[in-house]
């Protein structure tokens, strides 16, 4: 006979008190209550638990309304090995009601152990920096990723701001800034300057450009317009860094060279091209091509619940969601990762592990192992490489050369990491939000530059100073990681 939970979680008065109605339509069961030890840092990661909902039990026949089972994080993610099986018990009944036999049909069965990937030290420090860092800045939220970008291990998850779950309460639930969202997998954001390693990537596989020949950036480019040729459209560069190739362009994160690759120059600007020969531009095509090529656009198949796709934009789908056609202002905007184009972190870390470690896109697991009660490994997670163009090589190591020069160049928008006691290959980056009265700030690098063993992801929302409100922090991960980690 089915029975429906009325009530949990009772105090010992309360049990007491039932027991006295000596009701035998009332019964009382033990139960299991989680218990997490880390909160905060974790939360994301390990997700929490609740009864079964309509929705739960819509998906599946065998639950109950009376059965707890995981609703986020790797609770949900595993829960089928993490619940166990409940025993099954037939009672018998006299004519009151009250039981006088019992049957056990199944024995209990306790449920598996899951053993994540996560470094729980560096997962404790890099939340405390991060947090420390949003209270500094008065940002509302952060995000930092570290992988390890030989094999796609998560080795730090941290999601900010954050929640006990031990208790859910109505204000995280009402939170305006969603402290139960985890951004890292479900946020999406414009990549900013973070994209434009990728876009170099591409425009050296089209043979756009070599990498030594260089471009004017005065601080700007001017774009014809044809209906008021005196008001041509001026794109803007963040500072005018004069003639840059594809390694200065890289490690100052020039916006002109960029534009170039991404959409070519209009022959007004042609005087700012090193040589005779025209820029054409990837144009919007191809670039969605390769952003698709490096994972964006698509799950990572990580595996918590609820990864956001992202968003990578195309001329046929502005024509039909906004009636206008793609113009080369477009084409430029995405070129340095703003416009429609976004993406989540954890795709952003998975595509800069493959240019850390030569070309392979891992698909990143945050499970190491499942372990049985009795000991036995139930399941065990297995390097899985989602793209390989490790025969791209040559093309990755400009890739690379440029984004090591961000750190050890004076001029690198990262120089700040150039005195830690390992190399250090970054790119920093800022996305304008909000019409451009936002900022979110990135960073993401790797170390040690020349054998990668992490990767790094560090986001801060509506950062005051943009980038520059990153790199402090990844700084301290940096130095945390070959302190701690690093075989020396």
Request: avoid cysteine; proline fraction near 5%.
């Amino acid at each position: 006979q089915n029975s429906l939970m009325v009530a949990r979680q009772l105090s010992i008065d309360q049990i007491i008190g039932i027991k006295n109605l000596n009701s035998p339509a009332i019964e009382i069961e033990d139960d299991f209550k989680r218990e997490y030890s880390a909160v905060g840092a974790f939360s994301h990661v390990l997700g929490y638990t609740g009864l079964a909902d309509k929705n739960d039990l819509s998906g599946d026949s065998s639950l109950s309304s009376n059965d707890v089972i995981g609703k986020n994080g790797i609770e949900a993610y595993y829960n089928d090995y993490l619940q166990g099986k409940n025993e099954e018990i037939i009672n018998y009944r006299n004519a009151k009601g009250e039981i006088i036999d019992g049957k056990i049909l199944k024995e209990q069965i306790s449920g598996d152990r899951v053993y994540l990937n996560i470094d729980a030290d560096l997962q404790n420090y890099f939340y405390s920096q991060l947090k420390q860092t949003l209270v500094n800045l008065g940002s509302p939220a952060g995000v930092g990723i570290a992988m390890n970008p030989q094999n796609g291990e998560v080795l730090t998850l941290v999601n900010l701001p954050s929640f006990d779950n031990n208790k859910i309460t109505s204000s995280d639930l009402i939170n305006p800034l969603k402290p139960l969202f985890n951004r890292a997998i479900s946020g999406v954001y414009s990549p900013g300057s973070t994209i434009k390693p990728l876009v170099a990537y591409a425009a050296l596989k089209e043979n756009i450009i070599s990498p030594d020949r260089q471009i004017f950036s005065r601080g700007h480019i001017d774009v014809p317009n044809p209906y008021f040729p005196d008001k041509p459209s001026r794109f803007l560069d963040w500072k005018a860094h004069g003639w840059v190739d594809m390694y200065s362009a890289l490690a100052r994160s020039s916006n002109v060279y960029f534009y170039a690759l991404g959409g070519g120059f209009p022959d007004s600007e042609l005087s700012l091209i090193d040589g005779s020969i025209k820029i054409k531009g990837l144009g919007i095509a191809r670039l969605k091509e390769y952003w698709q090529k490096f994972g964006l656009g698509k799950e990572t198949g990580i595996d918590l619940p609820f990864e956001n796709e992202g968003f990578l934009p195309d001329a046929q789908e502005k024509e039909d969601s906004a009636g206008q056609p793609w113009r080369i202002g477009d084409t430029y905007n995405v070129a340095i990762g703003q416009g429609d184009l976004i993406i989540t972190p954890i795709q952003l870390v998975s595509y800069i592990s493959a240019i850390a470690n030569g070309g392979k896109i891992y698909q990143p697991m945050v499970m190491e192992k499942i372990v049985s009660e009795n000991g036995g490994v139930v399941k065990e997670n297995q390097p899985k490489v989602s793209y390989d163009y490790s025969s791209d090589i040559d093309i990755i190591k400009e890739i690379q050369k440029g984004m090591r020069d961000a750190v050890q160049k004076s001029y690198g928008t990262a120089y700040m990491l150039n005195d830690l006691p390992m190399a250090v290959s970054a790119k920093t980056g800022s996305a304008q939000i909000g019409n451009n009265k936002k900022i979110n700030a990135f960073f993401v690098g790797y170390a040690p530059s020349d054998n990668p063993q992490i990767a790094i992801l560090v986001l801060v929302e509506d950062a005051s100073e943009g980038s520059l409100n990153t790199v402090p922090v990844a700084k301290n991960i940096m130095n945390w990681y070959y302190n701690n980690r690093i075989s020396k």
